[in-house]
């Protein structure tokens, strides 16, 4: 449910911003003081917008078609609640080779605006987003995992996710590119648009991680599991 703050951002979008798709949420009953720090927050996410389109008007012929014929450079999907101390990041995705740390630029915003929530991916599917994760708040705490391999697919959750950590997810995927020739190799072999894929390696061989719910606490000291509830 998007509330008024979070729709004027979306207006904007539509019209100011040509180069972001953006979805911005928050919870419609925010605790005392909650309406004053979104509208902070909408301060802080519109100068961000602003220098994501003054990136993208830069780039070059190959930089722009690289956007596609509706020329989104740039996706961020965030729904937010205050009162459960919870962001969520459903979607961040760069199309094109925009000199921007898409990650650390977002992350800066949420650690001022919401230093005691929790990040919460709920469908962590690319690999170079996992990675930046880890850099910039360390390794976050795994909730549930979907994996494929040939013949069947499971969901890992609870006592099933025992012995299972993300960076042993990362360490399997660094290796499942290395034997390939590497992640540049891979991304130029898939083209633009589309997100690396993860990897788990195991009694049962090696598996794709489809997507995992992941989440870490915006100060970087660790994850409280209740707020991925």
Known sequence: MHDMIGKEIMDWTASKWLAVRASISFSPDPPPGGTARRKQFCRDLCQFFNRLQTASER???????QCGLDGVAVEVFLRI???KKEVLLDRLFKYCALDF????ELLQILQRNF????????????????RE??????????????LKCDSEERLLMGEAL???SFERILADTERHYRERGGVEKRKAA???GRELAMY?????????????QVGIELSGVGFKPSCAG
Do not use: N
């Open 190 to 192: 898939l083209g633009l």
């Open 162 to 164: 025992k012995g299972l």
């Open 200 to 212: 788990l390696r195991g009694e049962e061989g090696e598996e794709e991680v489809l997507w995992m």
């Open 101 to 104: 740390h898409l990650f650390t």
């Open 115 to 130: 230093p005691e929530c929790c990040l919460v991916v709920p469908s962590l599917q690319g690999y170079e987003l996992a």
């Open 133 to 146: 994760m880890r850099r910039f708040l360390g390794p976050p705490e795994i909730e549930c995992v979907y």
């Open 59 to 65: 780039l070059d012929v190959d930089g722009k078609e």
């Open 81 to 83: 609640d205050l009162e």
